[in-house]
């Protein structure tokens, strides 16, 4: 049974850096592409990062391109975000996703089907 544990999120103040964690269990990351999404109170799930398999395409949203990361270590079968930067506007709860696919996925939810529960990101001053 695939699962996903997401860890990391915490009160930060703005302009400040995170790192979330997810570990994969029960199958090789490697396997997968995977993305993170986040979802802030009142608003849809949204694309934040993502990453085919092979890590040959990266996509970003728009409001996070150049203060996000996305990366995996698939020896750790862990994946990463690493967030810089972060604005009020980046409060949120965020979930990491990945899906058994060759093909290239677009940074949308309905993409993934495996999920994490969830981590609090909340940017304050």
């Known amino acids: 049974q695939l699962q996903l544990a997401e860890s990391g999120g915490s009160l930060v103040q703005p302009g400040g850096s995170l790192r979330l964690s997810c570990v994969m269990s029960?199958?090789?990351?490697?396997?997968?592409?995977i993305g993170w999404f986040r979802q802030a109170p009142g608003k849809k799930r949204e694309g934040v990062a993502c990453?085919?398999?092979?890590?040959?395409?990266?996509d970003y949203a728009d409001s996070v391109r150049g203060r996000f990361t996305i990366s995996r270590d698939n020896a750790k079968n862990t994946m990463y975000l690493q967030m810089n930067n972060l604005t009020f506007e980046d409060s949120a709860t965020y979930y990491c996703a990945a899906e058994h696919s060759t093909f290239e996925l677009g940074c949308v939810v309905d993409e993934y089907t495996f999920w994490g529960l969830g981590t609090q990101v909340t940017v304050s001053s």
């Open positions: 990453v085919d398999r092979s890590d040959n395409s990266i």
């Open positions: 029960g199958f090789p990351l490697g396997q997968y592409a």
